[in-house]
């Protein structure tokens, strides 16, 4: 017996059909209903196609219902239904004008104000999400405690709410809720795919794979009844994966998905099916413990209400392994498609899964045993049939449809009332299961292109701008073959000469005696760099990018991703070198080489740009009439184009670890000339240590494009500019917000260089300088690893009168998940507040500025506002998992925070033009400040300072009282010269000391080793590393 509870009463339903109503009003008037005939009816009625025989016989009102249903398919055929719903969400304007990723960056009022006000509001709404990779993105929610995805009602009077009525209208209990008002939610998906130029449809693509949604492969246009193949959407799409077959080696693949030869399993309906073939699908994919809705169902908000122009998609996921046999359901990695609506409806998109796909399993309740759709079809796909039927009704049909296409019991699944679902899934998981591994019918998306155009449908990547972009990056990464000689060769202004000349920069910055041999030095690399004839490879890439239109950007996507492709091949090759070599001790020079390989093996798109701002700023040592400086002038243009439509730029040179200070500026002012006059900006920075999510965080909450593909950490530090709508701009007291990536601190491959920290404080404090905020990120809730760095920034603000801001500070605690960490942690909060204190007060005295006697008189941090925890990005574990619905929120509270901060900064914004002039005198000051930078923290440096002072005290010491005339030979010209003369004094000296002050100098002695052994024995030498003596110093402290 189920229970049905109402306002009204409470409604059983008996045993054979008949419900029994109790009013919970009134003095307990009791109605039964006989049920059972107008039930079996209705499902009779659901279960065979309608007839002009049952249309006869309801009377008007099913005709009307009839020829309602007819128009409607008329409208889908004549793009009625299209131009209707792009009216209804307000995105008529984007289906002739495509909307682009520049817009759907744009920081606009909607960003910090949540929900949706009408239905214009609703595809915005639904992008937004997919932006921030929310898993909800598809949800619907309209009782205003949330924000509104896709649900909303025309109008719903609160007059006319039925539900609120104290009557008794008995008909009204078995109505069905009107869905008509309804927005469908792929109607939604299919909307914003047509309304959107091919990279914000990449983009979409690529995070509703990582949301774990099903993504478009055929896309429907019920204008011009045509569909398009998504192969450049899904272009970007990587995933990685561990077949069983690599379980034990641990190995792993990684690919793009549209490359990946994989079998294709395709599941379609033919006439009305009863049961929710998407919602099975969902369970054929998903652990019970992780139930996921891959694709939408009836089941799901809204997934009832009348599909509009989503009819005719066909939509694809992929199952992947993790190599655990106990979690994975396919042992193999399996591509799994599904067509919305009738195959009669959709010959092609049906023919076009039969050619492609390894099985294709038909949904159906009734079979037509004249059927000639499944019979005459080219299949090179087995073919199941699926029924959930009455045996009696299709036992013939069945039988001839079987026989003509060959099937045996194999091919047949029937769904019976003594089958649960959890018994039909297994079913259908074994027989799918078979067919991944006997099958050899494995295509790829790409080579589905073919097929596509036998069959009359179109190819996104078939438009001219992206074949000629497509040709002109394959003419470039066609020739590379040994990405290291292919640097040396098509590349020579970086690398030794670009690395020498930052040296020698770095001099000139420190050693203002000898500018002169410097300035020489300088001009005989510049002269060698423009000694060089601009590379093939180089020439047509700048021709390239200066292509009109969206070429150039079709151009820089093709080559990113083909550098990728060939770094991804290039680095599995040297790490499973690595691995062979690693298991013999003895290959340790061999192990060297290959790791030095492994370090050098990235090549991206950075390094194009790189050449060419090297060229550019040699071009500069040219004479202004020179023909081969005025062929370069427009290259600053062209990037501060590229910056304005935001693509990422590189600021900081990740291999020499210097800005091209020339180059940037010049864009900068380039930049300042292509946007209104007056332009100002607010800087959002990252910092954090290497590996700790900062790329992500950025492209998450701000969609932005920094790299984060093959494995390969960012070097260096890039900028990405983003536009202010209207309005906001007076709110916020902006036109851009610039937001800066930078490469991990503390990177294992740095760490054992002796400048290693020199690196890293001179990188934090140029990006902090630059910062309106920065993002200090860290890994779980420690933040001590961070601790030092930001000593030192404090530090140098100190010592560099350039720094004259005060920016803000947010910690970011990723992977932190707990609802009391915040509670949890305020006592560390506050610890590590006072530690900061204690450093920039002991920085402070070092640099005779007493009046800043905590961390927060020079950066602003608050304990209590400037902690944010973020759960971890995956919601289970990959790679089938989605991203984590905690991360997303807690990365959308985090973004409208800081633009909450930059609304209430004190200090007005630059300009472009004066941001320019603060990169310029900041990245001087950071060159010349050659002190402070080479500790790890302010209490060693002050250490290091006070080690000298002591020392000069013991020598004086040592003179009284040996008594030794000679001791102090010459003048100490400079503490340098006083710590390299010391041991070596104090050795000659203690060798030759009378007997009676032997016991003394040991005294003295055993006072400089206590002292020493405060600093640890490589912190020494690493401050004396300009020092002849560094042995003699370890030789001390070892005493």
């Known amino acids: ?106 920081i606009i009022k909607k960003t910090i104000t949540a929900g949706c006000k009408c239905k214009a509001d609703v595809p915005w709404h639904v992008l937004d999400k997919l932006m921030i990779f929310n898993a909800t993105a598809r949800n619907t929610d309209d009782d205003g405690s949330k924000d509104l995805i896709i649900s909303f009602p025309l109008e719903v009077p609160k007059c006319d709410d039925k539900s609120a009525s104290t ?45 774990q949604f099903s993504v478009p492969l055929l896309l429907p246009n019920c204008d011009t009844n045509q569909c398009t193949l998504m192969l450049w959407a899904m272009r970007d799409i990587v995933k990685k994966y561990r077949p069983q077959s690599l379980s034990e080696s641990k190995g792993f693949i990684e690919d793009r998905i549209v490359l990946s030869e994989l079998p294709m399993i395709s599941f379609v309906r033919l006439g009305e099916c009863s049961l929710s073939k998407s919602e099975i699908l969902n369970k054929l994919l998903s652990n019970s413990p992780q139930y996921h809705d891959t694709f939408v169902h009836r089941n799901m908000e809204c997934g009832n209400s009348p599909r509009r122009i989503s009819n005719g998609l066909i939509e694809i996921t992929w199952y992947l392994p993790g190599g655990n046999t106990n979690i994975d359901i396919f042992s193999q990695p399996v591509a799994v498609a599904n067509l919305r609506g009738d195959i009669a409806s959709f010959e092609a998109q049906y023919s076009f899964l ?49 026989t003509e296409l060959g099937l045996t019991n194999n091919n047949i699944i029937i769904k019976t009332k003594q089958k649960n679902d959890a018994d039909f899934i297994k079913i259908v998981r074994k027989k799918v299961r078979k067919v991944i591994r006997r099958s050899d019918m494995k295509v790829t998306i790409e080579q589905m292109a073919d097929v596509a155009h036998g069959l009359g449908i179109l190819v996104d990547e078939d438009s001219p701008e992206c074949q000629i972009a497509k040709t002109n990056a394959e003419a470039i990464t066609a020739e590379i073959q040994d990405i290291l000689k292919y640097k040396d060769a098509q590349l020579p202004c970086q690398d030794q000469i670009w690395k020498e000349l930052t040296r020698l920069k770095l001099e000139e910055f420190q050693l203002q005696n000898v500018q002169s041999q410097l300035q020489l030095q300088k001009k005989e690399l510049q002269k060698k760099q423009n000694s060089y004839d601009m590379s093939t490879a180089m020439t047509c890439f700048i021709n390239a990018i200066s292509s009109p239109g969206t070429e150039r950007f079709y151009f820089l996507k093709w080559m990113r991703m083909n550098l990728d492709n060939l770094s991804r091949i290039k680095l599995s090759e040297l790490q499973e070198k690595y691995q062979e070599k690693c298991k013999n001790s003895e290959n340790k020079e061999e192990i060297k080489e290959i790791d030095r390989q492994i370090s050098n093996s990235s090549l991206g798109i950075e390094h194009f740009f790189r050449e060419m701002g090297q060229i550019y700023e040699a071009s500069l040592s040219l004479p202004q009439t020179d023909p081969a400086r005025q062929q370069l002038q427009h290259l600053p243009k062209l990037c501060a184009e590229l910056l304005l439509d935001g693509f990422p730029l590189e600021l900081v040179d990740g291999d020499a670890s210097n800005i091209p200070l020339r180059w940037v500026s010049d864009v900068l002012s380039q930049l300042s000339d292509l946007v209104s006059p007056n332009r100002k900006i607010r800087v959002v920075t990252v910092l954090g240590v290497q590996g700790t999510g900062k790329s992500t965080l950025l492209n998450t909450m701000f969609g932005v494009q920094f ?59 140029l990006v902090v300088g630059l910062s309106d905020i920065t993002i200090v990120n860290v890994a779980m809730e420690n933040s001590t690893e961070m601790k030092d760095i930001l000593q030192i920034v404090v530090h140098a603000f100190l010592r560099m009168k350039e720094v004259g801001k005060k920016p803000k500070c947010v910690f970011v605690h990723q992977n932190v998940s707990d609802v009391s960490a915040h509670e949890k942690n305020s006592r560390d909060r506050k610890l590590l507040l006072e530690q900061l204190n204690e450093m920039t007060q002991a920085a402070a005295k070092m640099e005779k500025k007493e009046e800043n006697k905590s961390f927060t008189d020079v950066m602003e941090y608050s304990p209590d506002t400037g902690n944010w925890y973020i759960p971890g990005l995956w919601n289970g574990n990959p790679p089938m998992a989605p991203v984590s619905i905690g991360y997303s ?107 009676n002050k032997k016991h003394k100098a040991n005294n003295i002695f055993i006072s400089v080793s206590r002292f020493l052994r405060t600093l640890l024995p490589h912190r020494v030498s690493h401050a004396c590393k300009s020092l002849s003596q560094k042995k003699s110093v370890k030789m001390l402290f070892h005493h």
């Open 167 to 211: 009557d008794l209208d008995f008909e009204d209990l078995f109505d069905s809720s009107n869905t008509d008002d309804m927005l469908n939610p792929l109607d939604i998906i299919t909307a914003l795919f047509l309304c959107s130029d091919g990279f914000v449809q990449q983009e979409m693509a690529r995070k509703m794979s990582m949301c």
């Open 707 to 765: 790299a984060v593909s093959s494995g390969r950490c960012t070097r260096g530090a890039f900028m990405s500019l983003i536009k202010i709508n209207e309005d906001i701009k007076n709110v916020l007291n902006c036109d851009f917000m610039l937001i800066i990536d930078t490469e991990g601190l503390k990177s294992p491959e740095l760490a054992q260089l002796d400048n290693s920290y020199e690196h890293d404080n001179e990188l934090a404090t």
């Open 889 to 995: 929120e807690a990365v959308y509270e985090l973004k409208k925070h800081i633009i909450q901060l930059l609304r209430n900064c004190e200090s007005s914004a630059n300009d472009i033009l004066e941001y320019k002039e603060w990169v310029k005198s900041l990245w001087t000051a950071v060159k010349h400040e050659n002190f402070i930078f080479s500790f790890k923290n302010s209490l060693v440096a002050d250490s290091y300072t006070k080690l000298f002072t002591e020392i000069n005290k013991w020598k004086w010491e040592f003179k009284r009282e040996t008594r030794i005339s000679n001791f102090g030979r010459g003048e100490i010209k400079s503490e340098t010269s006083d710590l390299n003369e010391f041991p070596r004094s104090f050795k000659s000296e203690a060798s030759t000391d009378q007997k």
């Open 354 to 402: 039969c050619q492609t796909s390894a099985a294709v399993f038909v949904f159906f309740d009734h079979l037509d045993a004249e059927c000639s759709l499944l019979t005459n079809q080219n299949h090179k796909a087995q073919i199941f049939l699926v029924g959930n039927c009455d045996r009696k009704s299709n036992e013939d049909a069945l039988k001839k449809v079987a």
């Open 1 to 106: 017996m189920k229970n049905y509870k109402t306002l009204l009463g409470l409604i059983f339903r008996l045993n054979q059909g008949t419900v029994l109503y109790i009013p919970l009003q009134g003095i307990g008037i009791m109605c039964i209903v006989e049920m059972e005939n107008l039930e079996n009816k209705k499902g009779a009625e659901e279960k065979r196609p309608t007839t002009a025989k049952d249309v006869s016989s309801r009377g008007p009102s099913c005709m009307e219902a009839l020829t309602t249903q007819s128009k409607a398919q008329d409208d889908y055929k004549n793009g009625r239904q299209l131009k209707s719903l792009l009216e209804d969400v307000d995105l008529e304007p984007y289906y002739t004008k495509k909307l682009s990723l520049d817009q759907v960056r744009e």
